[in-house]
């Protein structure tokens, strides 16, 4: 198949297959071996079903880190393989390629019929099958695990010791066992890297690409990282946490946050830290003190359930320190503040680092939150300026651009998003004061480092 189209290597479905197929013929020999063949009828039944459980096992392990590496999560669900591969190859395909040959057949008289009625069994069989795995995931039966996404040389260690362990097991020779060290020295060296880049004094703002959604990464010197919303969509299907937010915070790093912060409840916010607080290890979780309702608010309820922390409500004068003189300073709403919508009530925060302003996050902000800021006399000055409302024209403020002075401002929204955000107004405003914007739809994500407080900062962007 690569030989035939060499490009067939990048396709995930292949490289599943390849891989599962290899874990077979390397590990199932291996892991068969530790059920003991004695004899007896009883031993015989016990032996076929650790086979078929070996079987599983040893395509799972193969599969593993390719699978973490796309997906940042791991479902160790193996066992349901043992009910469910006999029934797809012997119910529901032998059913589908006797509706298929029948309708090949068509032509016989009456035939079309009996396979069209062999094809709608299949069916029904594969829809009450997967029916009833959505029905064991909602009520918690199936298990998901939130796993760092290994690099490159993390793959190739895992591989080396998923391979060469069982030959080492039995065998001698120098080798292989050199191998298999050269694998565990790869799955170590990313993370001693990691290490490294972490005690350099940098501080990192990264707007990631989710589309007509938003969410902000804040990495501090010590490797502190704090989730500011996010993202979402109003799709009952598409998780965006699980999707896009989760595999990104897990790109060669932990699924670990010292802090998530929900700046307001409305979904292309919120609804991507549901998955975020169920699955990853959070230190703290803040908010405006407003909850999502609806199936959102339900999701919600069960992270806390599950053990995420408790909400703790943020207004002006709070302070989320992240060490080394970098912290989250509150700065709206105020708690007499009569905002009419979700969206004025957005939590404001701005980004310090030993005293200078770093970056201000507004949330979804509109002109009322704006006015009551600047009317309380709110300290706004940052040096980059995330637009609010994803550069809505409900949120163009000449006050608020006043109040920042931005070097730079950024903005969040879905390309060729059917609101036309940013608002053509406000990009005609920024160009008038001369502050340059940068667009995720444009660039994909946007990331800004600071190298030392009261210095400038470089802004890099991973095009889609």
Known sequence: MVLAQPLAVYDVGLQMSALAVAGLAILFPWLRGFWPRWPGLLNRALSLIWDALAMSLAANLALLPVVVSYFGVFQPNFLLNLPWVPVQGLVVQVLGMLGLVGLALAPVPGLDH???????????????????LHLAARAGWLPVWALLRPLWPELLGAGLVTAL???CWRRQGTAPVLLVLAGLLLLAVPQVQLLLAESRPEVRLTLLDVGQSQAVLVSAPNGRRVLVDGGGTASQTFDMGRSVVGPSLAWGRAPRLDAVVMSHPDADHAQGLA??????????????????????????DAALAAGAPSPETFGPGDRLDLGSGVW???????????????????????????GEPLALLPGDVQRAGIEDMVDRGR???AQVLVLPHHGSKSSLSGMLYEAVGPAQALVSCGYLNHFHFPNQAVVEELARRGIPLASTADMGALELVWSAPGQGFQLSAQRP
């Open 379 to 381: 300290d706004l000055r």
């Open 275 to 300: 998955h975020i607080l169920r699955r990853f290890h959070v230190g703290r979780f803040i908010t405006n003190g407003q909850w999502p309702t609806g199936p959102l608010g339900q999701a919600f």
């Open 114 to 132: 009996a396979a069209g009625l062999l094809i709608q069994a299949a069916a029904f069989v594969q829809e009450a099958m997967l029916s009833a």
């Open 165 to 167: 362990t069982p030959y």
């Open 328 to 354: 989250l300073e509150a700065l709206h709403p105020a708690e007499n503040f009569e905002g009419a919508t979700t969206n004025e009530r957005s939590l404001v925060l701005r980004l310090m680092w030993n």
